[in-house]
């Protein structure tokens, strides 16, 4: 009678009000593909959590971008497609639900399927793939915790933001940001959400972890200490240009979160964290060694990179990011433009952004060099730098004369690319340095506009130059294949500049990709014993 009972209680078709969720394939997104057809299936989902990183994805035949912290939670039966993107890291999940008799659909795919997640669900994601790819033998369950774990926490997040509505919070963090300087008041951006004030304290407090009033004074400090670390301006016109009335009220502030007077943290070396290489690169030109830095595999091979304080940027999630760079206690962190990292960094210390695409090497150079208190030290650099380049075009006058035209071509697998100086890859030496010219059809293909050209590995053949610089080369077998076949080519063994030897396989790819001083130098050095070698040759 015991078993009989016990055997009704277990009988599947029995009514219960729970869900079970059990994923089925979990991947990394560096890289990842996946297919735009949706799935007739009404229970299987799909989870995306970004932790690092950006890129795109296509929903509904609708382009979105992704940031760190970017969420997606929807049914597959909603048309998904994510092509390959290697500086895109982050979790994906598909998983099938098992519901109840009479139940709703999944609740975490109801409403919006893009989202901001929180950072506790980062640091679950990185963990859940760290399991998924490497089995913990002696905790057989820890997969399914953390899964679990990670759902609750997904639900919690959509319910909050829910109640919360994210929003008017996004909507009043941008008005912050454009209007800091102007006299704002709690009372007016809870109109602005239309929210009451009390309300609008209790969920910006649980956003930003600070209050209305602490957050401005904090965004209004960093917006000065960034102008004083790239330029030297009044204190008084600084004070008004931040949202203060004098500049003695500012210094008081400033000192309240900097612990120094604003005179006291322009002179003081500044512990520097960088997250780009080639800001490591300059700040290692002026023999300055950051707190916390990203270094090539160029600089590690020639040794100019430490055994500890390396940042694998591209491989850190939002959180451990958060966690290495407050961790160095910097005082200042460079970066190009990374508009959620900034904010992310924001209570650890103000954000520099350089724009590469406006801003040549060498400003980016000068510039680094203020802040790190080296500009004599930098301009001592440049003009060594200047005296090469002076004897690398007399040598050049006197082997090629009127230099012409050049190309650089980077060949992927089966995709080349060619770039504008400011893009750098060796381009910032031959167009700006060297005196070469990018061919026309380069540039009528807006080159200078957009800063490269993406074209198939088999047409390019059809952007002729006197000159022409191969940086890199496929590394699979099929990409070599094709790369022979373009060398075989009818229409590249008619070029000018196959005729003549003036094709040069530099294949060096990671040193070309460097957009710094130490890069750049190296690659003028290789350029000139290549064209030279060569030439002599011929």
Known sequence: ???????????????????????????NLNGLSISGDPDTGQQHSILMIVTGGNGTIELEGKQHNLTCGTLLCCSRTLSVSLHPQYQLHGLWIEYSTLLPQQAGANPLNNGIPLNAGSSKACTLASELLKTWEAPAQDNPFALQKLFSELLVELYRTKVDCAQTSVQWLDQVLQHIETHYNEDLTRVQMAELAGVSPEHFSRTFRKATGQTFNEYLTLLRIRRAQQRIL???????????????????????????VVGVSPAAYHRK???????????????????????????????ERLELAPSQDKLRFEETSTASLYQSVAAARPDVIISYSLTAESKLLLPVAPVIELPFMHMGWREQFRQIAAIAN??????????????????????????????GTAIVWEIGEDTAYSYSSSFG????????????????????????????????????????????????????????EQFSALLHSSSWKELDAVHNGHVYQLHQPDLFYGFDPLSSLAQLKMIMQTITSQIYIV
Request: hydrophobic share 35%.
């Open 269 to 299: 070396n500044k512990r520097i964290v960088t997250l780009n290489f080639n800001h490591t690169a300059s700040l290692r030109a002026l023999e300055v060694m950051p707190e916390l830095g990203v270094y090539s595999s160029w600089m």
């Open 425 to 480: 890859h060796g381009c910032q030496i031959l167009y700006g340095d060297l005196g070469f010219r990018p061919p026309a059809a380069l540039l009528e293909q807006g080159l200078q506009r957009s800063g490269y050209l993406k074209a198939p590995t088999q047409t390019i053949a059809a952007y002729p130059a006197e000159h022409i610089f191969i940086t890199s080369i496929p590394t699979t077998h099929e990409g070599l």
């Open 1 to 27: 009678m015991k078993v009989h009972m016990l055997t009704q209680r277990c009988d599947s078709s029995i009514a219960h009000p729970h869900s079970f969720c059990i994923p089925t394939r979990m991947a």
């Open 374 to 403: 080296r500009v004599p030290q930098a301009e001592a650099w440049l003009s060594r730098y200047g005296e090469l380049c002076h004897e690398a075009n007399l040598e050049l006058d006197r082997l090629i004369g009127t230099r």
């Open 230 to 256: 790239t330029d030297r301006p009044n204190l008084t016109a600084l004070a008004q240009e931040v949202g203060y009335g004098e500049g003695t009220y500012l210094s008081r502030k400033f000192k309240q």
